[in-house]
């Protein structure tokens, strides 16, 4: 419901104060890789009469924009060429004095689908301009909008940056971000409050890599379609979020949806291993449970509930909130037993071995081997202490560490040098 309405819609969140947005892309309108055709372009004062008139032949034409004749126009020239990033037009103007200006594009209508461009005024400020189907017995019509432009001289390029659906929905996203930025910035100076960010989440089921662009536009990015309450969902998921560790850090998270520890039909043991999978993958945690669950009838914690137990597990919640904001790597994987290996502060490291397979195994790992990855954060030492984060066993090793897995289940592991 945003779409379109970016300006308006993150002034009145930030007005709200909240301090979490998911923008989903349900009945996103796609934007098109087509560029228009540029006959001329007018500049006049905002509620004035006068315009200057620039001609398609006085624009800087770069990559494939070209020249072209058409006799049913005013000015018999046009550019074309301007679509998928292929090419672009600079105008080159000058105006009395920094104000806003009335910029009117003459363009050539051809094709009845939408064009779409990008207006820059001194490589600087970008405005959007999406042009509708037009038809009728002129080959020529226009489009509006406001720019700002200095005093002096100054620069206006067209062209169509999109390339792909991954390029729209970038530029979708991106856009409001930085609306909300400007929102809360605009509603702190208004009210003399401190600045209250809002935490921006881009939902649109990693159709478009948002894991590529998504740290340019907001705080996390869902990375595939909905999770479910089964250990198949959990797992599947697992399997792509794990991959892309390359992409997140501080400012910027791989979001692989929602808990579902609890829901469902997953069992215990399932249920530590996706939020111990999720906390090694330093992903956002939100619960996807009933909240009322957890509580007693006198309104308490329900201290004793198996599944908040594991909820507040502040051993595995400090490996996922670690302010590195490092995301685990698979070190090592085999058809049953995946290794991950996530760097902490002070030196240490935590470890997790996850038992895919559907009976119990044996499985093990070297810390001397992690040494040489560059992912370990331990330094050379004589020995290292091992804790176990869900039994809180604790043992000192020289580098070995071995240990039965259940079945579906973890062993995870906070690791430092004695």
Aim: charged share 25%; hydrophobic share 35%; proline share 5%.
């Amino acid at each position: 419901a945003s779409l379109g309405h970016e300006a308006v819609d993150a002034r009145t969140f930030a007005e709200w104060g909240i301090e979490y947005f998911k923008f989903d892309f349900c009945h996103n309108h796609p934007i098109t890789t087509a560029g228009p055709n540029i006959e001329k372009i007018t500049l006049g004062e905002v509620g004035g009469k006068d315009f200057v008139t620039y001609p398609a032949c006085e624009a800087v034409l770069n990559g494939h924009a070209r020249l072209t004749t058409s006799e049913p126009l005013r000015d018999g020239q046009y550019i074309t060429g301007l679509s998928g990033n292929i090419g672009s037009a600079t105008f080159t103007v000058e105006v009395e004095e920094e104000k806003d200006y009335i910029l009117t594009i003459g363009l050539r209508k051809f094709g009845l689908f939408y064009k779409y461009c990008h207006v820059t005024v001194n490589d600087s400020d970008v405005y959007e301009l999406e042009i509708a189907p037009t038809t009728g017995f002129t080959p020529d019509g226009r489009q509006q909008l406001i720019i700002h432009l200095m005093q002096g001289v100054n620069t206006i390029k067209i062209h169509n940056p999109i390339t792909s659906r991954m390029d729209g929905a970038a530029v979708q996203y991106i856009k409001m971000g930085k609306e909300l930025k400007k929102a809360t910035k605009a509603v702190a100076e208004a009210t003399g409050k401190p600045e209250k960010p809002i935490c921006y989440s881009i939902c649109e089921w990693g159709f478009n890599r948002p894991w590529k662009w998504g740290k340019e536009a907001g705080n996390l990015w869902r990375t595939t379609l909905d999770i479910k309450p089964f250990w198949a969902s959990v797992v599947g998921i697992y399997e792509i979020n794990v991959k892309l560790a390359k992409y997140a850090g501080p400012g910027g998270w791989n979001d692989p949806d929602m808990l579902e520890v609890g829901n469902g039909n997953l069992t215990e043991e399932e249920n530590r291993s996706h939020f111990s999978l999720w906390c090694m993958m330093a992903a956002p945690l939100i619960l996807g449970n009933d909240l009322r669950n957890f509580v007693k009838a006198d309104g308490t914690p329900d201290s004793d509930d198996p599944t908040l137990r594991i909820l507040t597990n502040r051993d595995l919640l400090a490996i996922d909130q670690d302010v590195l904001g490092i995301q685990c790597r698979r070190h090592k994987t085999t058809v049953k037993v995946d290794t991950l290996v996530k760097p902490l502060s002070g030196g240490e490291t935590a470890v997790c071995l996850f038992n895919k397979f559907g009976e119990e195994e044996e499985a093990s790992f070297n810390i001397r081997e992690l040494l040489k990855t560059e992912y370990c954060n331990l330094p050379e030492a004589e020995s290292y202490e091992c804790t176990e984060l869900w039994s809180g066993e604790c043992e000192e090793t020289d580098g070995e560490i071995s240990a039965m897995v259940p079945a579906h289940g973890v062993k995870v592991y906070r690791i430092k040098a004695k």
